[in-house]
């Protein structure tokens, strides 16, 4: 007998989430946020599913289950590995400004200049979602089963409920009186006192579930040409500030294929987004400088280990505020900032033993070194990420995003809006160093979303990697890929080690953890950290002898399930 949503979720809690992890080997495994999402993407690959079948899957369940940080009106990025064709792909579906939209965000119709935390939470903050789109391109290339087949359990979930999942609560506790705010919101996770409903209560979204029943049938179209159309666009359009989003906006959006990048590091070869994902280049940065720093021998939780990690943070933090944009509208140099000679200049720039006194952009085309960057968007927060490999052995390393936790805090057919204007630079720059980032009509705003597989010397994938947390995701995936192909870490470990960086814009390390112990020795090295939470939520598949490991971010509510 099938098992309820809620039930099923209780049964996974007292199993397998228990301890957030499969040791291995597997021959199919999923990692994701949320058990009912990875038990959904298991089932797919179980009927005989492709990896690219279960991604589709497993975001629609998010969608209703961790509605906090992504669902189907968000943007993505997504790696593909093609076990037959021996072949990496990438696709990115990133919320785009509309048609109409200028850099000037943060103004009223009439001029006036409205408050950037009211902006961020308001129609006018809402990209042209591109996560449907681009699902429905990678599915057209690699899936097997039937479309609607694979929104079959994000159906009967929010039909038939699920409980409240302790980090939605948490969340929702957060900005409790913000969130009320919004009928929609209000009426789905809030209870008739006022408060967000107790951890374990069931949660239904009728509405949610009539947008997919849509969905399942019509396809993805339904969101972009049809009746679901009118329902994003009326929510953007609601005061107080409202979006510049229109019906052709939607009709047009285009997802996109585009090649990953990779570079080598640690023996492998290191493959991420493309620009805009500005978390890609980042992400390889940091990994190609510690392995020429030779982090391979120092101790795992060592200050000198956590300065090099800090250090290498810094640096890769300025190129990406500095030199990162849409490619379609910029001139972004990927190939330059991770090639080996680039790589090796700014390692040398750090100093084993003192941290530098500032951490300035570099100059990968050999001209005007050291450009002011562009100013850090709001920090992005409200993100999952999807680990997953077939018995084919495809792999797919899929980030998904509503951006700002419930992102623009207003729903459109009982799913989340996204805020992804927030993620356009804030400040567009001086004339003589103009941000990349600007926001402009029908460009993209970069993302630190860093979906990475790694390809081992075989040349075949040995890591599926990625996570949700803003500008900390690059730290933690970074830091993971360092943990297991430096220090020999098993994915649970890599997983929950303390978290470390400076991706956010000032040196962190995550309270309650060893890294906290470390803050007296860093700052006699010049560091100035700060002990805080650091939440993110990584999900890592490692491959192993006889098939694959693999582990959730103990921080969230996910776990990797496969057999």
């Not at 409980?163 to 809030?190: K, N, Q, W």
């Not at 978390?279 to 990994?287: D, F, P, S």
């Not at 850090?376 to 899929?398: K, Q």
Request: proline content about 8%; hydrophobic content about 45%.
């Amino acid at each position: 007998m099938r098992l309820r949503p809620a039930l099923l979720l209780a049964a996974l809690l007292t199993t397998a989430a228990s301890a957030g992890a499969v040791e291995g080997p597997a021959r199919q495994m999923v990692a994701a946020a949320h058990p009912l999402a990875a038990r959904a993407g298991l089932d797919i690959l179980r009927a005989g599913g492709s990896a690219a079948d279960a991604a589709v899957a497993v975001q629609a369940v998010l969608s209703v289950v961790e509605p906090n940080a992504t669902g189907l009106l968000g943007g993505a990025l997504l790696l593909h590995w093609d076990a037959a064709a021996r072949r990496l792909a990438g696709y990115e579906g990133i919320a785009s400004a509309p048609a109409a939209a200028t850099s000037r965000l943060v103004e009223a119709a009439d001029g006036t200049r409205v408050g950037a935390a009211t902006v961020a939470r308001s129609g006018r903050a809402v990209g042209v979602p591109g996560t449907l789109r681009m699902l429905a391109l990678v599915h057209a290339d690699h899936g097997r089963l039937p479309w609607r087949d694979l929104l079959a359990p994000a159906i009967r979930a929010a039909e038939e409920g699920f409980p409240m999942p302790p980090t939605l609560h948490r969340v929702i506790g957060a900005r409790a009186s913000e969130l009320a705010r919004d009928p929609d919101i209000r009426a789905l996770y809030f209870g008739p006192d006022g408060k967000p409903l107790p951890v374990g209560t069931p949660i239904r979204n009728p509405a949610q579930a009539a947008a997919l029943r849509l969905l399942a049938q019509a396809g993805s179209e339904a969101l972009y040409r049809g009746p679901l159309a009118g329902a994003v666009l009326e929510a953007t359009g609601r005061e107080p500030v409202s979006g510049w989003m229109t019906a052709e906006d939607l009709a047009t959006y285009e997802a996109k294929r585009r090649d990953p990048v990779c570079s080598a590091a640690f023996g492998r070869q290191v493959c991420s987004a493309s620009p805009p994902s500005s978390g890609g280049v980042a992400l390889q940065q940091q990994v190609g400088m510690l392995d020429r720093l030779g982090i391979a021998r120092l101790a795992p939780d060592s200050a000198e280990a956590a300065h090099l990690i800090l250090e290498a943070s810094r640096l890769a933090t300025a190129d990406r505020r500095r030199w990162m944009g849409d490619p379609d509208r910029v001139p972004v140099p990927t190939a330059p900032l991770v090639s080996p000679t680039y790589l090796e200049a700014r390692a040398r720039l750090i100093d084993p033993a003192r941290a530098m006194a500032e951490a300035s952009a570099g100059n990968p085309l050999e001209r005007h070194g050291g450009l002011p960057a562009a100013s850090d968007p709001l920090a992005l927060a409200g993100t999952s990420h999807v680990a997953i490999v077939d018995a084919a052995g495809d792999a797919v390393s899929f980030t998904t995003t509503n951006n700002l936790n419930f992102g623009a805090e207003r729903l459109a057919a009982g799913i989340t809006l996204n805020n992804g204007l927030t993620n356009f630079a804030a400040n567009p720059g001086p004339a003589e160093s103009p941000a990349f980032n600007a926001m402009a009509g029908g460009k993209r705003p970069v993302t630190t979303m860093a979906p990475t597989i790694v390809l081992g010397a075989d040349g075949m994938p040995e890591l599926v990697v990625g996570a949700g947390g803003g500008a900390r995701i690059v730290d933690s995936v970074a830091v993971a890929v360092v943990e297991v192909l430096a220090w020999g870490a098993d994915t649970r470990r890599a997983t929950g080690r303390p978290r470390i960086g400076a991706q956010n814009g000032e040196e962190e390390l995550e309270a309650n953890t060893p890294a906290a112990a470390l803050a007296e020795p860093l700052r006699a090295m010049g560091h100035a950290p700060r002990v805080g939470e650091m939440n993110t939520g990584l999900q890592l598949i490692r491959r192993v002898p006889g098939g694959w490991e693999g582990a959730a971010d103990p921080r969230r509510d996910g776990v990797a399930l496969g057999d």
